[in-house]
């Protein structure tokens, strides 16, 4: 990991000599079971461990029973520190979480089962007699802006959050790999099509823009439509909020919302996948021109290759192996990288991406 994260500082270095800091936070999803006699799981003494090992981050209830979501805090932490965050978080999390009332920790892409009880037709929130299973989808997001040196959110202006968010898209399908790293991250995007869970599960099937798609822009308005940025301004005597202040601009970013949460998830290869894509932005916005509208497209079917109608589909693994723009833009932003051995650093990235599946099926491009 010592590699990746000399990468990461080259890369944030060679944005600072611009005048830019990228800024990076993690959500990361999961379930957890309870002990016949537990009635809850202990969110603030977990907390209170976190602050203590120096995580960045809190742990907070979610949608779905007995769900957590890990979220990052904003105490100025660097894209560099957010990564050794979240790799401590991914490893402590499971026996923290048992030390403070869970018997079992599920930390990956699909709880199956793990919780009962359709939504009736039509209705986002009445839940009918129906109670079959439902299958829970779990997501790592990766949320990413761009300040300058006086720390002032570029994304608020036009141009290059509309960039930065265009290359996330453009340079996700074939390296998806990265951020859904085993098969069930790939049954986790068809999980509503294939278990009729549209009404009940809202989590992304596809590579999409705007400010409600899998890889969102969110400025004035946010996933929801809402307005960003809103903080609670006067109280009534009961505290319910009378007024609200808005500054989106402070608010302003891109959420890349298709990850799977997984034991296999490393948190540095998507930071620096993320700074390259932030490193492409700020060369395109720099151009003037506004960016493109990126169209809708389906991820992979799956990891390894497949058949459908007698024609080979290409997985995952076969995509990213005869893709060459990783390799390319590590080589390109770290060829002056000061490092005992920076030789080949691209096709080492690549090497390193892919030596967890040997064995598996990979086809060679021509």
């Given at each position: 990991?010592?590699?990746?994260?000399?990468?990461?500082?080259?890369?944030?270095?060679?944005?600072?000599?611009?005048?830019?800091?990228?800024?990076?936070?993690?959500?990361?999803?999961?379930?957890?079971?309870?002990?016949?006699?537990?009635?809850?799981?202990?969110?603030?003494?977990?907390?209170?461990?976190?602050?203590?090992?120096?995580?960045?981050?809190?742990?907070?209830?979610?949608?779905?029973?007995?769900?957590?979501?890990?979220?990052?805090?904003?105490n100025?932490?660097?894209?560099?520190?957010?990564?050794?965050?979240?790799?401590?978080?991914?490893?402590?999390?499971?026996?923290?979480?048992?030390?403070?009332?869970?018997?079992?920790?599920?930390?990956?892409?699909?709880?199956?089962?793990?919780?009962?009880?359709?939504?009736?037709?039509?209705?986002?929130?009445?839940?009918?007699?129906?109670?079959?299973?439902?299958?829970?989808?779990?997501?790592i997001?990766?949320?990413?802006?761009?300040?300058?040196?006086?720390?002032e959110?570029?994304?608020?202006?036009?141009?290059?959050?509309?960039?930065?968010?265009?290359?996330?898209l453009?340079?996700?399908?074939?390296?998806?790999?990265?951020?859904?790293?085993?098969?069930?991250?790939?049954?986790?995007?068809s999980?509503?099509?294939?278990?009729?869970?549209?009404?009940?599960?809202?989590?992304?099937?596809?590579?999409?823009?705007?400010?409600?798609?899998?890889?969102?822009?969110?400025?004035?308005?946010?996933?929801?439509?809402?307005?960003m940025?809103?903080?609670?301004l006067?109280?009534?005597?009961?505290?319910?909020?009378?007024?609200?202040?808005?500054d989106?601009?402070?608010?302003?970013?891109?959420?890349?919302?298709?990850?799977?949460?997984?034991?296999?998830?490393?948190?540095?290869?998507?930071?620096?996948?993320?700074?390259?894509?932030?490193?492409?932005g700020?060369?395109?916005?720099?151009?003037?021109?506004?960016?493109?509208?990126?169209?809708?497209?389906?991820?992979?079917?799956?990891?390894?290759?497949?058949?459908?109608?007698?024609?080979?589909?290409?997985?995952?693994?076969?995509?990213?192996?005869?893709?060459?723009?990783?390799?390319?833009?590590?080589?390109?932003?770290?060829q002056?990288?000061?490092?005992?051995?920076?030789?080949?650093?691209?096709?080492?990235?690549?090497?390193?991406?892919?030596?967890?599946?040997?064995?598996?099926?990979?086809?060679?491009?021509?």
């Amino acid at each position: 990991m010592m590699l990746l994260q000399h990468i990461i500082k080259h890369l944030l270095d060679n944005l600072a000599l611009q005048g830019f800091n990228p800024v990076v936070h993690f959500e990361l999803e999961g379930v957890f079971e309870l002990y016949p006699w537990q009635k809850q799981l202990d969110y603030s003494g977990i907390n209170r461990k976190l602050k203590k090992l120096d995580i960045d981050g809190e742990l907070k209830t979610e949608y779905w029973k007995n769900q957590w979501e890990y979220v990052s805090l904003f105490n100025g932490q660097s894209p560099l520190k957010e990564a050794q965050n979240l790799d401590k978080a991914m490893q402590l999390l499971p026996q923290l979480m048992r030390q403070y009332g869970a018997a079992n920790v599920l930390m990956q892409p699909v709880a199956w089962g793990a919780d009962n009880g359709r939504y009736l037709s039509g209705s986002g929130a009445i839940f009918s007699l129906d109670t079959r299973s439902v299958h829970i989808p779990n997501a790592i997001q990766l949320n990413v802006s761009v300040e300058n040196d006086k720390g002032e959110n570029l994304f608020a202006q036009q141009g290059l959050g509309e960039w930065v968010q265009y290359h996330l898209l453009k340079n996700s399908y074939h390296n998806c790999i990265l951020f859904l790293p085993e098969e069930d991250a790939f049954k986790r995007l068809s999980l509503r099509k294939d278990y009729g869970l549209d009404a009940e599960l809202s989590s992304p099937v596809v590579l999409s823009g705007g400010h409600q798609g899998s890889i969102a822009l969110y400025k004035e308005k946010g996933k929801h439509n809402q307005a960003m940025g809103q903080e609670p301004l006067f109280f009534a005597a009961d505290n319910s909020v009378l007024s609200y202040t808005t500054d989106w601009q402070k608010t302003a970013r891109v959420e890349h919302r298709i990850g799977a949460t997984s034991q296999a998830y490393n948190p540095y290869l998507n930071v620096i996948f993320a700074l390259l894509n932030v490193l492409e932005g700020i060369n395109s916005w720099k151009t003037g021109q506004l960016a493109p509208n990126a169209l809708d497209k389906a991820l992979p079917r799956s990891i390894d290759d497949t058949h459908h109608c007698d024609t080979l589909v290409l997985g995952a693994l076969s995509l990213f192996k005869n893709d060459n723009w990783l390799v390319n833009k590590v080589d390109l932003y770290c060829q002056n990288m000061f490092y005992a051995d920076a030789t080949n650093l691209g096709k080492r990235i690549r090497d390193m991406v892919l030596a967890p599946y040997q064995g598996s099926n990979i086809t060679l491009g021509s």
